[in-house]
């Protein structure tokens, strides 16, 4: 048998603090035994669990991983508004004038990511 992915690692400076971003962002939930100040934090969320390390070490690259999210119930650009108003911002635009493209974000430690298009703008 195969090895399966238990979840997808973040090293981070706020383990609790950017696991509670991305919970909001994913509507997902922190762990029971997860608190501020503690050194690893665990999201679980529909279709995947995020587990967030702290460490000592800056970001100073552009992450080689990231995620690219696909809205479930919105379209792709109320998904950015949305996730904006979380703490992400902004880092490329690559929406194309027909309606294709992706829009890459910071979460609030820098750590980028992209939103597409949902499955009906995909369809449409």
Known sequence: MSSLIRHITIDCSDAYRLAQFWAAVLDGSL?????????????????????????????????????????????????????????ATVVGDHRRPDGTGWVTLADPEGN?????????????
Request: proline content about 6%; some cysteine.
């Open 31 to 87: 762990a029971d035994d997860d608190f501020p100040g503690d050194p690893e934090a665990l999201v679980r969320a529909p279709g995947a669990t995020l587990l967030f390390v702290t460490v000592t070490d800056a970001k100073t690259v552009k992450n080689r991983v990231h995620v690219d999210l696909q809205p479930q119930d919105r379209s792709r650009d109320e998904e950015v508004d949305r996730v904006v108003a979380l703490g």
């Open 112 to 124: 980028e990511f992209c939103v597409e298009r949902s499955l009906a703008e995909r369809a449409g």
